[in-house]
T-cell receptor, first 110, second 114 residues
Framework: GQNIDQPTEMTATEGAIVQINCTYQ??????LFWYQQHAGEAPTFLSY????GLEEKGRFSSFLSRSKGYSYLLLKELQMKDSASYLC???????????FGTGTRLLVSP | DAGITQSPRHKVTETGTPVTLRCHQT?????MYWYRQDPGHGLRLIHY???????DKGEVSDGYSVSRSKTEDFLLTLESATSSQTSVYFC?????????????FGSGTRLTVV
């Protein structure tokens, strides 16, 4: 079976740094994705990791450890517009589809 | 210019009626998906397609059927709508073989079954 866990909700202050964790147990692994979803909108792509290590893209970074079944999304210099849900998704090996965690709702306060 | 569109955006229907949601893409992507999103459950796969007339079930396929007669269109049908099918439905497309962006999502259809 597939199991992906992320915290349900997090809060942070504008200008701060926040780390959103994701752990996964899947039958095979072929990449991990992070998506951002604002309320009432569609998810949009943030990052992709398939090898261990850190991928940096502006204020957002994503880390992967395949041996630990663990990833995190790091958001720096938080802005109010970063208030959204962040979805962790795993591409299972041999399948062209993604399995999603339940998402982490991030609330950024002034 | 959106490469993927869903219709309708909102729909209210009565229990027991059939409902069809449409997903249309202009990206010529091979893979198309239907997900539903519910509080506490996240995005769950209903059905997906890996080519014209090639479809397969996802984890929550009961009560749903799909058809793909053209590359650009993927239809989701609720045979006889029930209140448990009230949800937000997202269509997604992908071309895993050529990019690492995973999915591109449509704007979603909010379906209410009364």
């Amino acid at each position: 079976g597939q199991n992906i866990d992320q915290p349900t909700e997090m809060t942070a202050t504008e200008g701060a740094i926040v780390q959103i964790n994701c752990t996964y147990q899947t039958s095979g692994f072929n990449g991990l994705f992070w998506y951002q979803q604002h309320a009432g909108e569609a998810p949009t792509f943030l990052s992709y990791n398939v090898l261990d290590g850190l991928e940096e893209k502006g204020r957002f970074s994503s880390f992967l450890s395949r041996s630990k079944g663990y990833s995190y999304l790091l958001l720096k210099e938080l802005q109010m517009k970063d208030s959204a849900s962040y979805l962790c998704a795993v591409r299972v090996a041999g399948f062209q589809k993604l399995v999603f965690g339940t998402g982490t709702r991030l609330l950024v306060s002034p | 210019d959106a490469g993927i569109t869903q219709s309708p955006r909102h729909k209210v229907t009565e229990t027991g009626t059939p409902v069809t949601l449409r997903c249309h893409q202009t990206e010529n992507h091979r893979y198309m998906y239907w997900y539903r999103q519910d509080p506490g459950h996240g995005l769950r796969l209903i059905h997906y397609s890996y080519g014209v007339k090639d479809t397969d079930k996802g984890e929550v396929s009961d009560g749903y059927s799909v058809s793909r007669s053209k590359t650009e269109d993927f239809l989701l049908t609720l045979e006889s709508a029930t209140s448990s099918q009230t949800s937000v439905y997202f269509c997604a497309i992908s071309d895993f073989g050529t990019d690492n962006y995973g999915y591109t999502f449509g704007s979603g259809t909010r379906l209410t079954v009364v």
